[in-house]
């Protein structure tokens, strides 16, 4: 038997699994993926159906009869009883996913209905599905490095150096590390054959039409957000919230303060003494008396770049998010000593309650006086030069053509940022310590991937937003599995999908604009949030604790550039990445640039020198 790292301990919100079909073969694949303090969830034959970690608060499940099974794994506001009426009921999947549609929360959604799967996460991409095929069974998974421990595979070094793009762009960023596993888009569901042979992907979101005003859609934005924070307090205890002083994690708070549950807000100041958030945060915590407001040592707090060298999180794939990764943790500890059961965040509220200004790119053809006043602000907001916004308003190129070029230009400086504002996005770019080898991989996977690739809308604006809100996800889901490891779990109730939908379903001309703030949260917050807060028109930028961190920790940077794995590949230039670290006010080193190479090395480093549950990698 297998034995585990220590870091597949799964507390509350680490729940993992993979899913099989009943069959007398498929249950001798099963045996490979049950190690000591896996849990089996069997089909009514007796074999296994579900085999992975959860809690029991985790997981809701029921049957009907020996013909259906449902299981909900994650934050679904549904019991048992529910769950049981509703297969009672359930005769066709595709219905299955109707109902599902109207709960709150984030979750898993399995069902077996006379013998076929039907496996989906989210559509924000937050809980995903993968699949593979072993001894000619299809076998489904919530991780990729589930079914790559028991494929026995290494990771593809054609997606490593696709990984060392900034930024990674869609659908690349979808795939993978593992060849032989296929992910499962987020807006598709699984549904595997009653003989467990065939697998084919149906299509069960889409996002909804942008036709609500501003002043229709707000209600309906806070009545999600409502339900989305009930979902997760409705049980009461303690829990803990961010309350940074920004408009996101302050709704959340207020939103928590309302519900059964005792809330302990957590401030982390900034270092920086221009950072007002610490001055907008007391002063919502005036407005919160029963709220216990804890308020951390700016000097404690960990900078970016801190720890990378002891990151030990088992990850099915490399993730920027290893950069704050201290910074997210550092507190938990301490919020669990206080009684702290679940820690909700307020990420995600900059992806859907503000979304991108390539909506503009339309908006100029079809409403171009409107358009033009709407990006004069924008100009003057972001400094935008005239002549590249001329440029990026009249650039009409397919997305596919739009990829392809990206990958012909894959060493040119970055573009203005009006390029990727009004456009597809930011090209993706590699830099100056990436070999030759890494750029020729990432440049065929790109390639390959123009050659057949949409965009996730063909309005630039939504395919930006959808984009935006999946690349924050992946990121989330590596923080609550890290969290899941300190006993206090992370929620994020924006990026629930009633969340989004709401969001995205109000019109873009109202929903951003130069001359104001998230007027759709702000709106939808009224008489929640107090009003001097709804004002509050920026954010802290905490690009000085960046700074600070690069300097302070340049000498793991130097460990970790010593023995590099991408170098053994021949992927980076380990002596060019030395030298940077030696000189980290280098204005090479801007834009964040480094964090997908720290990514990619600190994944690789994590999947070696030790065997792994769940994953393994290569030694």
């Not at 920027?320 to 509220?349: C, F, K, N, Q, Y």
């Not at 080898?437 to 630039?460: F, I, K, N």
């Amino acid at each position: 038997m297998t034995e585990l790292h220590e870091s597949a301990a799964v507390g509350p919100g680490g729940a993992y699994c993979s899913v099989f079909p009943d069959r007398a073969d498929a249950a001798a694949v099963a045996r490979s993926f049950s190690h000591p303090g896996t849990r089996i969830l069997e089909h009514a034959s007796g074999r296994p159906w579900l085999v992975g970690r959860w809690s029991d608060d985790e997981i809701v499940h029921a049957r009907a009869g020996t013909s259906v099974a449902l299981a909900l794994i994650g934050c679904g506001d549904v019991d048992a009883a529910t769950l049981r009426r509703t297969a009672n009921r359930l005769r066709d999947p595709a219905a299955l996913d109707t109902w599902a549609r109207s709960l709150p929360g984030s979750f898993h959604l399995l069902a077996c209905v006379d013998g076929r799967l039907h496996v989906r996460g989210t559509a924000s991409g937050l809980r995903l599905v993968f699949h593979t095929e072993i001894d000619g069974i299809q076998i489904a998974a919530t991780r990729a490095d589930v079914l790559a421990t028991a494929l026995g595979s290494a990771p593809d070094p054609a997606q490593i150096a696709v990984r060392l793009l900034w930024p990674v762009p869609h659908p690349l960023y979808q795939e993978p590390m593992w060849r032989g596993i296929t992910a499962v888009a987020p807006e598709d569901a699984l549904e595997v054959s009653a003989d467990g042979r065939r697998a084919r992907h149906t299509r069960w979101w889409t996002p909804p039409e942008a036709d609500v005003s501003l002043a229709a859609g707000a209600p309906k934005v806070r009545a999600a957000l409502v339900e989305a924070v009930a979902a997760r307090t409705r049980r009461g205890g303690v829990v803990s919230c961010d309350l940074s002083g920004g408009l996101d994690s302050t709704s959340i708070c207020f939103l928590a303060d309302r519900s059964p549950a005792r809330v302990v807000a957590s401030t982390w100041p900034g270092r920086d003494p221009a950072d007002t958030d610490l001055h907008w945060a007391r002063q919502a915590a005036r407005s919160l008396p029963d709220v216990e407001h804890v308020v951390w040592d700016a000097d404690a707090s960990p900078l970016v770049y801190t720890e990378l060298l002891a990151v030990d999180d088992l990850l099915d794939e490399p993730t920027i998010g290893v950069m704050d990764r201290s910074r997210v943790l550092h507190h938990l500890p301490a919020l669990a000593e206080r009684g702290s059961r679940l820690h909700l965040t307020g990420i995600g509220g900059d992806h859907v309650a503000w979304c991108s200004e390539a909506y503009y790119h339309r908006l100029a053809r079809t409403r171009p006086l409107f358009a033009l006043r709407q990006l004069r602000g924008f100009r003057a907001l972001w400094q935008w030069p005239l002549g590249g916004t001329l440029r990026a308003l009249a650039d009409n190129r397919p997305y596919g053509t739009w990829l392809a070029d990206a990958g012909n230009r894959l060493r040119d400086p970055l573009p203005d940022t009006v390029a990727a504002g009004l456009g597809w996005g930011m090209p993706p770019r590699l830099f100056a310590w990436m070999t030759p080898e890494a750029e020729e991989l990432a440049r065929t996977a790109l390639r390959e991937s123009a050659e057949r690739a949409a965009p996730l809308h063909p309005d630039r604006g939504l395919h930006s937003d959808l984009e935006q809100i999946r690349s924050c996800s992946r990121i989330i889901r590596q923080w609550d599995h890290m969290a899941a490891r300190t006993g206090v779990p992370m929620a994020s109730p924006f990026l629930d999908d009633r969340v989004i939908e709401t969001c995205l379903a109000v019109r873009p001309a109202e929903r951003v604009t130069p001359w104001q703030y998230k007027p759709l949260l702000t709106a939808a917050m009224h008489g929640i949030v107090p009003e001097p807060c709804l004002r509050r028109s920026n954010k802290a930028a905490a690009s000085m604790d960046a700074a600070d961190g690069l300097r302070r920790h340049r000498g793991d940077l130097m460990t970790l550039w010593e023995d590099s794995h991408l170098a053994r590949m021949g992927l980076v230039d380990a002596r060019t990445l030395r030298r940077l670290a030696e000189r980290p006010a280098t204005r090479q080193l801007r834009d964040a640039v480094l964090y997908s190479t720290i990514a990619a090395e600190v994944w690789l480093r994590s999947l070696t020198g030790v065997t792994h549950g769940p994953a393994s990698g290569p030694k």
